[in-house]
């Protein structure tokens, strides 16, 4: 694309998205929409998109995937600003900042302060923060953040090694995070329709400093509310679950992608409590399964890449239509036992990118990843530098086509830990069969 095509081209949307599973999520929701959508991975995607093979002119929204939500605040900062402004060359009329839906962070952010230095970028002193997601059981009432039935703060995220989420108050959360004010919007507001709710966000757009407003959210219903109320802002903050309230675009050929040919593999890096449910119903359905040694990870990485690299081909000569499972966690317990100075997790990171490298290079081309941080090491190892979303599989989970560095293209469904059925791992590839014959889904 030229320069000036791309000025001249218009987004529905940029968003920016602060990890893989995260970017993936959201450009399914609006995709889900009617919005034809491509992920593009990090700083060095977005230099490569100003070439003439970019996609851009053919899609309404852009997602910059980062991998920015436990990165230092400075970088998370500085990251997310480049970010805004490529999508802003881009033609973005409306940025979308997308965190977790359990509002993953820290005492010092990094949700906060990217919200705040895209305001102060934009020159907005207003937007709105719902992470509500209730197709997945995220909602939030009365400014606090359930996950299904429980508190935030009582949901497995309280054990979460890097963002062990402790208080389920969304403002209390947020507050220390940002030089804004941050105001709460209950239920109620939201209930008595998008015009009273469009008021109150005027009411609480006036005044310095600017103003961060948390708004409820419990059902599908209310977040196309909040969406109506809200389309006079430039920029809005939130969980991917906001998309689903967008009014429809009336496009047919959103999730359109090619059905690539080739063997099936599932990699998994997540210790999530749904990740490892799903790993037992596999397991108990049928797949060839390995579990990776942490010992054998730490002393001979290289060797435990090659050696699950040479059982999945051999599981795929026995049965080419077999899914061999790669995973690491069985229960927690597994990687708490680790050495003092070895970080288990990325240890398996690195060994799961390298596993999903050569897997491709055998013949894989359909695979799906559950983890963030695992689904970024795979992307990277992959050289895969954008995304085409295609067919749902579950709540926050879609297929996608991609193109690997030596020009393989793939299908993945990159997954967070805690997103999908408990089959999943059986049923995933329900909509790659359908679209089978026609060779697109």
Partial sequence: MTTDERNHHVLAWGCIADDVTGATDLAGNFVAR???????????????????????????VVVVALKSRTAPVDQAVSESLSALRFLEGAGAERIYVKYCSTFDSTPRGNIGPVIDAVLDATHETFTIAVPSFPDTGRTVYNGHLFVGGDLLSESSMRFHPLTPMTDSSVPRLLDPQTRNRVESVRLDEVRAGAGALSARFGELSSGTPGTIAVVDAVTDDDLATISTAA???????????????????????????????????????????????????????????????????????????????????????DDPGSTPLVYSVDELGDIAGADAGFDAAAAIEDVIGAIADGLVDAGARQIIVAGGETSGRVIAQLGVQALAIGAPIAPGVSWSEARTHRGAIVDLA????????????????????????GGRA
């Fill in 34 to 60: 009617g919005y034809s959508t491509i992920v593009l991975f990090g700083l060095d995607a977005l230099r490569a998109s100003s070439t003439p093979e970019s996609r851009l002119a053919d899609v309404d």
């Fill in 231 to 317: 389309s006079g802002l430039r920029i809005v903050t939130g969980g991917s679950g906001l998309a689903l309230g967008l009014a429809p675009s009336g496009r047919s050929d959103a999730h359109s992608i090619t059905v690539a040919h080739g063997h099936r593999a599932i990699l998994c890096g997540s210790a999530s409590l749904r990740t490892r449910e799903q790993i037992a119903r596999a397991r108990s359905g049928g797949v060839p399964w390995r579990k990776l040694d942490l010992d054998e990870v730490r002393t001979d990485p290289n060797g435990t890449v090659a050696r699950t690299i040479e059982w999945a081909r051999s599981s795929w000569l």
């Fill in 414 to 437: 990159l997954k967070s830990g805690n997103f999908g059925d408990p089959d999943m791992f059986l049923t995933a590839w329900h909509a790659l069969d359908a679209a089978n014959e």
